[in-house]
């Protein structure tokens, strides 16, 4: 198995298929910000957490990687993107709203999107 077949293998096995309101109701459990800041925290942690996927991707932009390494950085980038999941949760649940209803709606509106030749340009409701 080369390196590549034995990352994924390890991505599949560290992150098994998980439903997204199991997901969001078994992240409320590590959720420990004060109650009077529901909603804002994890707004908050959310746009700090998007950066620290944005500066991993831009270092491998700027140092590159050969194939082995490009391995690790998936799985940090990978982690990074576990942060941004947990506040989205959070965020969702400060909210009142279940993941998967978030998700459902936004395919809604890209499916939607894409029948319309709309999914280039800009504005949120075209
Ligand atoms: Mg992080």
Redesign the pocket.
């Known amino acids: 198995m080369d390196l590549e077949q034995q990352a994924k293998e390890w991505i599949k096995e560290k992150y098994k298929d998980m439903e997204m309101n199991e997901y969001q109701r078994k992240s409320i459990e590590f959720a420990i910000y004060p109650a009077t800041h529901r909603i804002l925290y994890p707004a908050l942690g959310l746009a700090?957490?998007a950066g620290?996927v944005a500066n991993k991707v831009k270092k491998f932009i700027r140092d590159g990687a050969d194939k082995e390494a490009f391995e690790v950085k998936k799985i940090e980038i990978a982690?990074?993107i576990g942060?941004v999941l947990w506040y989205c949760a959070n965020l969702a649940n400060d909210l009142g709203i279940n993941l998967s209803d978030i998700a459902s709606e936004n395919y809604s509106k890209l499916s939607g999107r894409s029948k319309r030749g709309t999914l280039g340009g800009d504005g949120d409701n075209r």
């Open positions: 700090g957490e620290e982690a990074e942060d």
